[in-house]
């Protein structure tokens, strides 16, 4: 894997950027606050997709909103772009830096602002970890429903700018259906409210473009976030197949038999071996997969439906079927899971991960392939997923120190995007587009849409500063990569290398 | 993760260590959620990714200067970080070397060296150290604020019971803790008495070179261990069970000697010995039948302060507190249980104000129950916790003497 280095901006306009922009900033922030020395940049360079890197030209970070507007006005009236940061664990390099442009550090910023627990509404600076949420509003018996697996790290800022979901986002919706109200500071520091404490806002929900819109429109600072009480009982049922296939015909057994679980999800064999390295959760390493599924609400609910699932689990051929003995272990259970991806880092150095969807119907083919894939490519692939709205996640394991190695990676990657699409999937289900997979969404958005999409960009940010290159390709680079498209999307970025 | 380590170090047995330890980290992010570091000041470079990435960068030849330094320096070494961790990175051996190269790197100025050289030869020195306490004790009531704080109050010290049993185990009757808390170790002494287990000390042991290795006097730090393996190795021929360890800080140095002499060929056998036979005071308990101790507690609540090096070095975790309710005890809920509490060996003298912020936090949740009682395990966190804490402060294992029965 290589740093990008291709497509950069010359050193000479880096460094009349930051000497213009450096003395502005100063004004604003302390000397802790910012960072110009490349000892001090480097570990900025990347987020949670480690093979991109690009070295930021400056660090801001910012304690509060009007440092954020003042940051805003200075890179406005110089030209100069803006990517923002959160906890950066992000996973298609949405937070990596541009090397002539500020990289806003929100971590700072991670403040409560307020508590109602009578309507059920908390205030949040957006550098505030998604687990700090729930944690915060628990003696209240309330929780924040969406819960990435990078919930104990991610940030709620990155949660927006992502839309993303989580285990529970099956019943309870994603981060768009969670979010009540946010402040947004665009390029030109004006302040923006979009939403309102009510269900329906008046006006155009401009909330709804903003969630999941990756950075590109302007900076959270402040947002408001549903509450949901804590179901009164939930229980897990952890389900052991002796065949990846079978289990994953089990998923659309539950979901056929009008059982909506709390939370349904995958791992194979590798991923919950290495889960269990890590944990001890008890989980069954002889299985070839491992269905986790979760049903929450009253006793009476909860006592029927995990009959049910036990039942339809079991006749779709489940070797071994168990229920959490206890919260204790429901939570370690969940806390294996939500391991899976970095604890697959004590089998390899590097893995990638994918975010393809498909309709859950196809689980059970496409995953046969992308094992078979493993030969053909020689790498390893291990897989977690939120089965039940049928988002993949493999992981191609692989040693970033060989660059063969990283390059077949790549290839295998790329084989599994198009196997999604070919089977009437998507390229994201929730990791967001970023520098990653900002070609395959021109064969995704073949038509109109783009122009659209830049239209509304523009809209909010005139001069393109907000996390350019990112999210939406432009219409050239379509072209280009159109005409390159010949063989499932395995072509070089044009300045953008691949890894 | 990727990396390209300069030629300058992968040739090297610390280069190539660090570079194992590299390769394991994903760059996921988790471990910065626990940092206590991170969680006070925010900053990438205060995190345990951060660090990582410095001392990644030191490692393939990039310039550094006294930053890196200083985020290092900021760094507990409490390794909450390692706990969280689900790739297993071993952060704690990663910043050991990055601490002794970046010291290299960029040599301390003469004053702070100074200091630090004074942290080295007072604390583990059990005459000089016990000499100043004294004096800090006498006059206490002059010291001026937070100084006078620092110097832990005067306790008088308990009986120690006659080796009696045929059953011995040896105790590391540590370098502060003689002078400051003289009772912990008689408490367990007699609590182990009561087991049928003679508890004795090795006069010529001193410190377990915790305090010098962790600044990165690394040398220093292998002779007092050296030093100790011989004080101890006469009981050990004799047929000693094991060398307890009632302060988690030493307990988990100790069971370190065995990797970090593995290079001595004089030592390297009877270190790892002694680290087979190091046991931390809940691990003593758990071979034996409690039942023989009658203990009854009444009606106290107890707020259990779980030291870094007992529940992220040594991973034991919650089996004190389970002894504790086992007595009889009321174990109170303590938020944030994984954070340290700022003492960290000598971090409260060289970082004072992140430690006097963690210490705020700390004794805050640790309160927050009403309890009677704080109860910890370390010398360190006990003297820390008392400096802020309204609440008495007791080793678990002198509450459990406390409540022995008949
Ligand atoms: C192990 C692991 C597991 C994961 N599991 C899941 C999962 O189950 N579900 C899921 O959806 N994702 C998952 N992710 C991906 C990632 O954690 C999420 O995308 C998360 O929302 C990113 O948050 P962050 O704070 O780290 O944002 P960053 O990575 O720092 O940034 C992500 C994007 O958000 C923008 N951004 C950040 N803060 C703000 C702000 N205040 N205002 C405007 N824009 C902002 C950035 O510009 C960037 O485009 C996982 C990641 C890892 C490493
Ligand atoms: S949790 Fe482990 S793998 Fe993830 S960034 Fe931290 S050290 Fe690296
Ligand atoms: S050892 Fe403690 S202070 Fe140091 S990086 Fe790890 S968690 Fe942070």
Not at chain 1, 448 to 470: I, S, V
Not at chain 1, 488 to 497: F, I, K, N
Not at chain 2, 159 to 188: I, Y
Not at chain 2, 354 to 363: A, F, G, R, T
Request: aromatic share 4%.
């Amino acid at each position: 894997m290589t740093a990008i280095q291709s497509g950069l901006l010359d050193q000479a306009i880096i460094d009349d950027r930051r000497a213009r922009i450096v003395p502005k900033l100063q004004a604003i922030l302390s000397s802790d606050q910012l960072k110009v020395t490349q000892e001090d940049l480097a570990p900025f360079e990347t987020d949670g997709l480690a093979p991109y890197r690009r070295m930021p030209m400056v660090v801001a970070l910012p304690t509060d909103k009007a440092q954020v507007i003042a940051i805003m006005k200075a890179c406005q009236s110089e030209d100069i772009p803006v990517v923002t940061r959160g906890a950066g664990t992000g996973l298609s390099g949405g937070a990596m830096p541009h090397e002539g442009g500020v990289l806003l550090s929100m971590t700072k910023m991670n403040a409560i602002q307020n508590i109602d627990p009578d309507a059920r509404i908390i205030t949040v600076q957006p550098g505030i970890r998604n687990a700090a949420v729930t944690q915060a509003v628990a003696p209240y018996g309330l929780y924040y429903a969406p819960d990435p697996s990078s919930q104990i790290a991610c940030s709620i800022g990155g949660n927006i700018a992502e839309n993303s979901g989580g285990v529970h986002c099956l019943k309870y919706g994603l981060t768009v259906h969670n979010v009540l109200q946010a402040t947004v500071i665009t390029i030109d520091g004006g302040e923006l409210t979009l939403g309102g404490e009510s269900l329906d806002a008046p006006g155009l929900d401009l909330m709804a473009a903003l969630i999941g819109s990756e950075g590109m429109l302007g900076v959270v600072v402040e947002a408001k976030l549903k509450l949901l009480p804590i179901p009164q009982v939930t229980k897990v049922v952890s389900a052991a197949f002796d065949d990846l296939g079978t289990a994953g015909r089990a998923v659309g057994d539950i979901i056929a038999a009008g059982i909506i679980p709390a939370g349904l999800e995958m791992m194979d064999k590798l991923s919950l071996q290495a889960a269990e390295n890590f944990l001890n959760a008890g989980y069954p390493t002889w299985a070839e997969a491992l269905l986790l599924c979760e049903v929450d609400g009253t006793a009476e609910e909860v006592q029927e439906h995990i009959e049910d699932v036990t039942q339809v689990l079991k006749t779709a051929g489940a070797v071994e079927v168990k229920v959490a003995r206890d919260d204790a272990e429901r939570e370690l259970f969940w806390k294996g899971r939500k391991s899976a991806f970095p604890a697959v880092g004590q089998i390899s150095p590097d893995y990638y991960c994918m975010d393809g969807t498909i309709p859950r119907g196809e689980l059970p083919e496409v995953l046969q392939k992308i094992s078979d894939m493993q030969d053909k490519y020689g790498l390893q692939c291990a897989n977690v997923f939120h089965a039940g709205d049928g988002n993949l996640h493999p992981l191609i394991m692989f040693d970033g120190n060989d660059p063969v190695q990283a390059e077949k990676a790549q290839q295998y990657g790329s084989e599994i995007l198009t196997t999604c699409v070919e089977h009437g999937g998507t390229i994201t289900g929730e990791h967001g587009v970023g520098v990653e997979k900002i070609n395959e969404m021109c064969v995704q958005f073949p038509g109109e849409e783009l122009t659209q999409f830049h239209a509304l960009k523009r809209a909010f940010d005139a001069k393109e500063l907000m996390n350019p290159g990112k999210a939406i390709p432009t219409l050239n680079r379509c072209a280009e990569f159109g005409h390159m498209h010949v063989h499932h999307g395995e072509m070089p970025h044009p300045e953008l290398e691949r890894f | 993760m990727q990396t390209s380590i300069v030629q300058k170090y992968a040739n090297t047995p610390q280069g190539q260590q660090a570079d194992a330890i590299l390769r394991k980290c994903v760059h996921c992010g988790f471990c910065t959620a626990t940092c206590p570091t991170y969680q006070l000041l925010g900053d990438e470079l205060d995190s345990p990714r951060g660090r990582i990435y410095l001392i990644k960068q030191m490692l393939e030849g990039a310039e550094v200067t006294e930053k890196t330094r200083n985020h290092l320096d900021r760094c507990l070494t409490c390794r909450s970080c390692e706990t969280t961790c689900p790739s297993g990175v071993e952060y704690g051996k990663l910043v050991d070397i990055g601490r002794d190269l970046v010291e290299k790197e960029v040599p301390r100025g003469f004053v702070e060296r100074l200091t630090r050289q004074a942290l080295i030869s007072v604390l583990p020195n059990r005459p000089v150290f016990n000499a100043l306490l004294k004096l800090g004790q006498t006059f206490k009531p002059v010291v001026p604020g937070a100084l006078g704080k620092k110097i832990p109050p005067k306790r008088a010290k308990t009986p120690w019971p006659a080796p009696r049993h045929t059953r011995r185990m040896l105790v590391l009757d540590a370098c502060a803790q003689p002078g400051a808390t003289p009772n912990v170790n008689a408490s367990a002494a007699r609590v182990l008495d009561r087991l049928g287990i003679s508890l004795v000390t090795a006069p010529e042991a001193g410190c377990c070179g915790a305090v010098a290795y962790h600044l990165n006097d690394q040398a220093g730090g292998l002779d007092a261990m050296r030093a100790n393996i011989d004080a101890w190795w006469p009981e050990i021929e004799k047929g000693c069970e094991a060398i307890v360890i009632t302060a988690s800080g030493c307990g988990v140095m100790v069971k370190e000697y065995g990797h970090l002499l593995a290079g001595d060929a004089a030592y390297a056998k009877k270190a790892r010995r002694i680290a087979e036979l190091c046991k931390d005071m809940t691990e003593v308990f758990a071979a034996e039948s409690l039942e023989q101790l009658n203990l009854s507690a009444q009606e106290q609540k107890v707020a259990f302060h779980a030291p870094c090096t007992l529940q992220h070095g040594q991973k034991i975790v919650g089996v004190a507190e389970r002894y504790l309710r086992e007595a009889g005890f009321e174990l109170t809920m303590v938020a944030d249980s994984h954070l340290c509490c700022g003492s960290a060996g000598t971090y409260s003298i060289t970082q004072p104000e992140l430690s006097q912020s963690l210490l705020k936090n700390k004794v805050e949740a640790l309160e927050a129950g009403r309890p009677d009682v704080i109860a910890t395990a370390n010398i360190g966190c006990h003297l820390h916790i008392e400096t802020g804490a309204q609440t008495p402060v007791k080793h678990w294992i002198e509450l459990i003497d406390d409540v022995c029965g008949a």
